[in-house]
């Protein structure tokens, strides 16, 4: 492949990862939004996260696993906890690597 083709390949991709990102951006900007709106907009990181992490901490081998031996599982609810009662990253990510090596020690 030369190195045209790469480079046009390059800016497309920035091309449809940019202009999704940015069109609500630009079309909202001068505009206030409903105070429902704002609020139903405020789950969605905790949605998009939940989607992404759930799976992979129930189905990480690719079935259900609630069992003793799904240490990340069961270091997840810690994690959880002390970012909700917190809301420190650093907290909630000290404590899930705490708890992943405190089981990985005790029960494996």
Do not use: H
């Not at 999704?20 to 998009?48: D, H, K, Y």
């Amino acid at each position: 492949m030369d190195q045209q083709t790469i480079f046009l390949t390059i800016l497309g991709m920035m091309a449809v990862t940019y202009i999704p990102r940015a069109l609500p951006v630009l079309a909202l900007a001068r505009r206030t939004l409903p105070e429902p709106v704002i609020r139903w907009l405020g789950f969605i990181p905790v949605a998009v996260l939940s989607a992404m992490l759930v799976p992979s901490l129930v189905a990480g081998g690719g079935s259900l696993n609630f069992s003793l031996d799904n240490i990340f599982l069961w270091a997840a609810l810690p994690t959880f906890l002390v970012c909700w009662k917190t809301g420190s990253f650093v907290g909630a990510v000290v404590t899930g690597m705490g708890c992943v090596a405190a089981g990985r020690l005790f029960l494996s």
